[in-house]
């Protein structure tokens, strides 16, 4: 059986939440050596003069423990 474990990184992105999650697994990635799951936690946004300038997530990056 399989031990995970659970990390939570913040990111963020001009163009849309998406892709800021897909930041938070690429950068996890290059310290965090298999990555089996992300689950977006949180989204919001930030508004500058009427309009979305920022999107951001809260995820939950899960890997497995290696003996």
Known sequence: M???????IMADSPKGWSEAADKAVR???KSVKGIKSVWVKD????VK???I???RVTVKIS?????
């Not at 989204?43 to 930030?46: D, F, G, K, L, W």
């Not at 890997?63 to 003996?67: P, R, S």
Request: net charge neutral; glycine share 4%.
């Open 2 to 8: 399989a031990i995970m474990k659970v990390i939570e």
């Open 53 to 55: 300038t920022s999107y």
């Open 63 to 67: 890997f497995e423990i290696m003996d």
């Open 43 to 46: 989204q919001s946004a930030v």
């Open 27 to 29: 950068k996890a990635s």
């Open 49 to 51: 003069n009427g309009k």
